[in-house]
C-alpha cells in the first residue's frame, strides 16, 4: 500500500518513512509545495496531510485530487510520528477488512 504525507517536519522524515516501513507501507513525503505534485500522487492508496505543517494551496490541490480518485485522507494538526502511527494503524485496519471482506 502506498501512502502519501503532506506537510510534516523535515527533520522527521526519516522517522515517518521508518515507521511506514514498519506497518508494511511505503510512504511518499511532501514536507513543502511541489511542482506536478498530483501526478506524483495519482497512484497513492491513502493520504495524510499534517494541517498545521503544509500551506493551504497544497492542502486543496491534495483533497481535490483525492475526491477526483475516491482515496481516503486523513486530516490531523500534529505532525508527530505518534500522529502518523495513528494513521497508518486506521489504514492497516481498513485494509485488514479490505481482505478479509
Known sequence: MCIALFGG??????HYL?????????L??????????????RNVDAMVI?????????KKQAVN???A???????????????LRDC???LNIIQGGARNA
Open 88 to 90: 497508518l494503524g486506521c
Open 28 to 41: 511518499k513525503v511532501f514536507s513543502r509545495s511541489e511542482a506536478r505534485i498530483s501526478s506524483k500522487i
Open 65 to 67: 485530487m483525492a475526491k
Open 18 to 26: 521508518e515507521e511506514a516501513a514498519k506497518f508494511g507501507f511505503n
Open 69 to 83: 480518485h475516491h482515496i481516503p485522507v486523513f486530516m490531523h494538526h500534529s505532525c508527530g510520528i505518534c500522529t
Open 50 to 58: 499534517f494541517t498545521n505543517k503544509v500551506s493551504h494551496q497544497v
Open 9 to 14: 517536519m523535515d527533520r522527521l522524515e526519516r
